[in-house]
């Protein structure tokens, strides 16, 4: 099963944790051999946060000499508090990473282990191509856990009883489901944007249907965001949102927390469709009444916006996984190797509802929407990274203010390139 090559060779954030008051984030060895291993992740009940703490005893039985200390942390937490411990000296020894400019930046200032001559042959041939969102300058600095392209996951049993045939195909067309789902009373489309990220995803894929593929890699190179796509970008999504979309209150609705949540609302029929990328059904499913998936569940790609210069059916998305840090124990990467084993992935896509970096292990993929999005994922031209992600944070966070504040009606097109071209100028 072939792996779409990522924009840039990159793919995503970093995301980390904070350790509990008064606990060292970093790794000990004792004279006798022993050595524990910190690892942060953000999965912070059910199901994901049981598979890290199985996964962790499983390779401690087979590493006896390991000790695996979990700490979950919720995801929006997770950037400020990496980047404090990072700076502090103290980071842990395994955390999470999503490539592209905020990994460069960790590398850049020391503090990821190279991993390259660590991997195994089996894990360079289980995870393919989507090794390469942690490659930096020919090395490479993480394992990818899952791959996680983006689109719409919606209420099949609401398109029909709004009489939405088909799922949209063109922008055009999502507007005219938009009208007939707020005819039957239902709210089309739920964002959390008060995390902020959900709401900036909406101009990363317009920006995906105006801009070409060499201008996104470009802009990574030369962080300069002249180019009239990033304008016509903001301008798309700025037509849209005057269709007025959204559920009510979304400017304080968050992403995943909660029967309130964007997620909650499509878990609980109370919103139409999400766009979110490929963990949202595992989500989805933790907040349904019964907590069980939602079985109407569908997925269908961002739509197609004319005249743009993206290439049709580039998808935007992420890999997630784990790196190393600098100064953790060389048992980091035979933890690493451990994650990405074939009965430790399938059962990473089990307990996690998602799409396994493993070629290997996505065969077990079962969920319909998600085997939608294998497909399409695995038949799209090239993705891009969430562009917060391949920019860096500095400009990430400024794109991603700048595109919250168009949602709130205090920016417009204009003042996204200017926010993001001025922090690009401080970088």
Not at 16 to 45: E, I, Y
Not at 193 to 198: F, H, Y
Not at 285 to 306: G, N, Q, R
Not at 367 to 373: E, N, R, T, V
Request: aromatic share 8%; net charge negative.
């Amino acid at each position: 099963m072939r792996l779409t090559k990522f924009v840039a060779g990159s793919a995503a954030i970093l995301l980390s944790a904070l350790a509990l008051s008064g606990c060292s984030a970093g790794s000990s060895d004792s004279s006798d051999g022993k050595v524990t291993l910190t690892m942060w992740q953000n999965s912070t009940t059910g199901d994901g946060k049981k598979y890290w703490d199985d996964t962790a005893a499983a390779f401690e039985k087979a590493n006896p000499n390991v000790t695996v200390k979990i700490q979950s942390i919720q995801n929006e937490e997770m950037d400020g508090k990496l980047q404090t411990a990072l700076n502090s000296g103290d980071a842990p020894d395994v955390f999470m990473a999503r490539g592209g400019g905020k990994l460069a930046d960790v590398v850049k200032a020391g503090q990821a282990m190279d991993l390259t001559s660590g991997l195994s042959d089996a894990t360079k041939k289980a995870v393919g191509n989507s090794l390469s969102a942690f490659e930096i300058d020919g090395k490479n600095y993480g394992v990818p856990t899952a791959v996680l392209p983006s689109g719409f996951f919606y209420s099949s049993d609401l398109f029909t009883q709004a009489g939405v045939a088909s799922p949209p195909k063109t922008i055009s067309d999502l507007e005219a489901a938009d009208e007939k789902l707020k005819a039957a009373g239902i709210d089309p489309i739920a964002v959390g944007a008060k995390d902020a990220w959900p709401a900036a995803h909406w101009y990363y894929n317009f920006a995906l249907r105006a801009c070409s593929q060499d201008v996104l890699n470009e802009a990574a190179k030369s962080r300069n965001f002249d180019d009239d796509c990033w304008l016509k970008a903001g301008e798309n999504l700025q037509s849209f949102i005057k269709t007025e979309p959204f559920n009510d209150g979304f400017l304080t609705t968050s992403a995943q927390q909660g029967a309130g949540s964007s997620a909650g609302l499509i878990a609980n029929k109370q919103a139409s469709m999400e766009l979110m990328g490929a963990w949202d059904p595992g989500v989805i499913a933790s907040l349904t009444p019964d907590e069980k998936p939602l079985a109407d569940l569908k997925w269908f790609p961002f739509p197609e916006v004319p005249g743009g210069k993206g290439e049709t059916g580039a998808m935007m998305g992420g890999v997630d996984g784990f790196t190393c840090w600098v100064n953790a124990p060389k048992e980091c990467v035979d933890f690493l190797n451990f994650m990405v084993e074939k009965s430790n992935q399938e059962a990473y896509a089990t307990a996690f509802q998602t799409l396994p970096a493993s070629t290997e292990a996505q065969s077990s993929v079962s969920d319909p929407a998600l085997k939608d999005i294998l497909a399409t994922y695995n038949n799209a031209p090239y993705v891009s990274v969430w562009l917060d992600t391949l920019y860096g944070q500095s400009v990430g966070n400024a794109l991603n203010v700048a595109v919250v504040d168009m949602f709130a009606g205090k920016g417009d097109a204009q003042s996204i390139v200017d926010a993001v071209n001025a922090a690009a100028a401080k970088s």
